[in-house]
Structure formats: structure tokens, C-alpha cells
């Protein structure tokens, strides 16, 4: 573990001195970003939207001429864009269509959405749908607009499914983000953005770590938008809405815009936030999303970087290059576009009160030897924590580790965070959450309605091999 790590370090720093800082001539930015189609859906049972998503192997161009085996859904990296709609049925069905290995059953999570127990992971965690089968997921979304996302969720091969592709959005839209005036038209005015860091061989393969256990982790030294290494994107010289989602296993980024310029967070995880947040540094752990609003209706003509700026990392975060900044993709003013004003407000969130919560729970995270939630690792036949349906429930996770942020995510929908120990609450944190960074050393207390739930659901580290290695509970709402 410890020479995997030092081998990942010197490469890491090594490629990000070489992308350097402000690569305009570099011949990285020279591939368009691919913005992920919006799949087409059918009619299905009972008038339900139907989807019909494919996983699939396939080959990849990560890095510009060189190929790459990868898993996707309808293609060969990441997945189409599902658009949902408050309140209207949806039923998505996932044939399996993976080469036959020993990783190759896969099964459906939706992260962030709100759905039974019985279909947060379809068919569940320990079944997977082998090679050859279908599953089917059926649920009713009832909860605000936002960028949600779906992956794979099979224990002990959830970490390798996604480092080889498997990821897709989840547009999900309501009346009011109908009617708020914001760019919405897709590809057009309203980008995703998944941005991802990998690690290739020499042969163009995906690299992965071999074993599992206690703190190991995965970080790369290539940074993906949408699949593809460092891309340009021509946009709008007007305002424009980037849907960032971070989908890293571990690395965290600080996006800003390479002059410095002020944007305006309006989503976070679960939605809009109260009003649009101005910001110079958007910090984003794994799994977190958050919607910004860019004005270039100055910038025609113009390009710039969209960077992740270098923050304090613990030590071993350093030491894997996630201390360091480095530009993620150019942004090209390359068309007339509309100027409209950020809007004043977006949507109220109104605050659930501490009073509301029955009780508190406290989740310590240890990674001094095996990863671990108060002292256990994951095991299936377990239930960790027992909720009533209906009731509020303050939550409050520590991390003892002294080397790492862990991002810790609960599944069943959205929550609202009360607290950090390390300090204020940022303002693009008082909306809704379904994940959260948790810094060496803090404590962040969050309150939970276990309401439109029943059955199982699952809480865990979302650094994907944290979670492999067991870093994961369950709850079950009666
Ligand atoms: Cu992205 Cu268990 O989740
Ligand atoms: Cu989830
Ligand atoms: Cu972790």
C-alpha cells in the first residue's frame, strides 16, 4: 500500500507540473467536451416515463489517441442524461450487457433521490444483475429539481465499476425550476460537467489498485470532464449554468475561473439554494454536485481556464498532489450569447428546526486501521441504526482520522446540515445535502426527516474504496 501510494504521488506531481498553469498553446484543450446526450424515453407501465439503459463495454479515448477499455451505459464511458420530473412515474430498465468476469454483475443506485428502500439499489447491494439479465426500477420522484446522479453500487465492486465509466446524471425538474429565469437550454446555455481524475498505464488502460483495505484510496493524475481528458468547451458570451458534478473517488477540487471572477453558486446536492450565493472558490468533495451561473457577456472572443485551485490537504492527501492547482478545462467564449441578470432569490429553504428531532446519533469514522464507522465494518446482515418512518433525527459524524477528509453521504434523499465544528457553515452548504465532507479532526451534525421512506438504506464514506473496505452502516426505517 504504502509503495502503490508513493509510485501514484511522483506521478502525480510530475503530470500536473506538465499541464502547468495556463496552457494556452499546450496541445491538451484541443478536444471538444462531450456533452452526454439526454436519453429519449418511452412510454411504460401505466403511462410511467420509461428508460431503457444499457451497461456495456467499450472503448474510450481518455487521453487524446490513445484507447482505453471502458464500462458505460448506452456507450462505451458514463451514461445518458435521465431527465425526471417531480411527481411523474418513472421506470428505468438496466440490461446488462458487461463482458462476463468476476466484476461484471452491476446493479442501479440513485444517488441523492428519495425513493423505498426496496428500490434505492435495484435489484439490492448483494444481488447483482449478472451478465445477460435485466432489472427494472420503478419509483415516483418527490422531492425539489437538482442534479442528481446514478451509478453502480455492487459491494466490493463498486470502486471498479466506476473508475472504468459507469456514472450518469439525473436532470430532475419541477415548477419552480420551471419558472425561475435561468439558462436551461441543455448544451446549449446549461452545461453538466462530471469531472473525474483517473490513472492510465502506459498501455492506455485504466489503472485501479489491485487490493483493498483500511485507508487505501484511489487518486489519478488525469483529470476527466465528461470522459474526456482536459477539453475545451465553446460556450455563450452571456450567462451560463454549469452543473458540476464532482465524480472523483476521493479528489476534492476548488473550481474558479482562471482571472478570479465572482460566480454564483444556486444549487447545492439536493437543489436551489435560498438565493445565489457569490463566490470566487467552489470547494466540491466526491459525489457532491452544485449548480454556478457564470456572466460572459464581456468575454466574446476570450478563452479561460475553469482550474482547481490548490487548498490545505492533509498530509496524505498532499502527498497524492491534491494540495496542488491545475487547470480542468478551457472555457471558449465563442458566440453571441443572451446577458441576463443572476436573479435576486431562487426558492425558500426553509430550515427544519432542532427542535423537530427526536434524537442524536453520533458516527465516528476511524481509519488508523481498517476502515471503520464506530469501530464496525460493513456487514450486510447488520442493521446499525433503526429510525421510525416519519420521525427527524440529528445526526452527528466525527472524523477521528488525522490524514484524511472523508466524504460521508446517507442515501433516502436530502438532508440540511446545522453545523461545523472547523467552522461557519458556508452559505452553499444551507441548502439541501446528500453528502458532505468531513474534515480530520471535525464533527458536522446534520438533521434528517425520515418521511416517504420504508425499508433499507445504506450510509457510508463515498470514497468509493473506503466503502469497498467497509466504512458503510445501514439503516432500516420502521
Ligand atoms: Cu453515490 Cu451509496 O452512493
Ligand atoms: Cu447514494
Ligand atoms: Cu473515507
Redesign the pocket.
Known sequence: MRLFQSLLAGVTLAALVACGGSGGSDTKFSRPMPVPPLLAATVGTGGSVHYDLVAQAGTSELEAGKPTETYGYNGAILGPTLRMRRGQAVEVALANHLPESDHSDTNLHWHGLKVPGSMDIVPDLHQGIHSGETALAAFTPDQPAALLWYHPHPHGSTGLQVNLGMAGLILLEDDVSDALPLPKAYGVDDFPLVVQDRRLKADGSLAYMESMGG?D?MMGERILVNGVENPYLDLPAGLVRLRLLNGSSTRRYAFALEDGRTFHQIASDGGFLAAPVALTQLRLGPAERAEILVDFSKDLGRSLFLRSEAFAAASEEAEAGQGRGFPVMQLRIARPGTARPVPGSLTPVPRIPESEAAMTRRFG?E?TGD?VINGKTFDEMRVDVTVSAGSTEIWEVTNFATT?A??FHIHGGQFQILSRSGGELPEGERGWKDTFLVSPGETVRVILRFQGLSGRYLYH???LE?EGAG?MGQFEVQ
Do not use: E
Request: charged content about 15%; aromatic content about 8%.
Open positions: 485507508k484510496f469514522l481509519d476502515a484524511i472523508h466524504p464514506c463515498h470514497i473506503h466504512m
